[in-house]
T-cell receptor
């Protein structure tokens, strides 16, 4: 009954590969987000979707492409992985867009060899 | 520019004492502030939030204080317990948007000594 779940929890892959991380929320929320947390634990927003519509698109390389098939899912696809992509990626959701508490998943630790 | 900072990277307290974690923000027009707790290997967990039209809000064992004059936010934890050991983040939402964009501070590690 996990509220925001991400798969996989760990992802180890080589430079140049393409990989996807999946996120699902069962809270009935309208808005979902992707964050990146670096090795110094700094958390930065990457994207957000509200009812399948892209709302926030920060200055992220276009190798990163979010996809929201429905409002309960927000996946993150990364092409041509680079060493600097190594981080923990967190998915989050909020009841609606705007000033709302965001509920986070437990993260996907991506390690690039 | 947008930035949220914390005064101390690590705070060590005795079990049973009260903890105060501080946060300074730079955008005087910010509208919404929130505190998260992150345990090792887990995602950030919502603790408490406060809007700019308030200066204090209380939860269970936690209190958030907002001082807009000096752009300062603090989280007070009463009777700190070992389970409170974690990294604590403050975050703010710029008033310029209603997108839900949260800008996080760098985090304070709270260590609770038994």
């Amino acid at each position: 009954d996990t509220a925001v779940s991400q798969t996989p929890k760990y992802l180890v892959t080589q430079m140049g590969n393409d990989k996807s991380i999946k996120c699902e929320q069962n809270l009935g929320h309208d808005t979902m987000y992707w964050y990146k947390q670096d090795s110094k634990k700094f958390l930065k927003i990457m994207f957000s979707y509200n009812n399948k519509e892209l709302i926030i698109n920060e200055t992220v390389p276009n190798r990163f492409s979010p996809k929201s098939p429905d409002k309960a899912h927000l996946n993150l696809h990364i092409n041509s992985l680079e060493l600097g992509d190594s981080a923990v990626y967190f998915c989050a959701s909020s009841e609606r867009q705007g000033n709302q508490p965001q509920h986070f998943g437990d993260g996907t630790r991506l390690s690039i060899l | 520019g947008e930035s949220v900072g914390l005064h101390l990277p690590t705070l060590s307290v005795q079990e049973g004492d009260n903890s105060i974690i501080n946060c300074a923000y730079s955008n005087s027009a910010s509208d919404y502030f929130i505190w998260y707790k992150q345990e090792s290997g887990k995602g950030p967990q919502f603790i408490i939030d406060i809007r700019s039209n308030m200066d204090k809000r209380q939860g269970q064992r936690v209190t958030v204080l907002l001082n807009k004059t000096v752009k300062h936010l603090s989280l007070q934890i009463a009777a700190t317990q070992p389970g409170d050991s974690a990294v604590y983040f403050c975050a703010e939402t710029p008033v310029s948007s209603n997108t839900g964009k949260l800008i996080f501070g760098q985090g304070t590690t709270l260590q609770v000594k038994p």
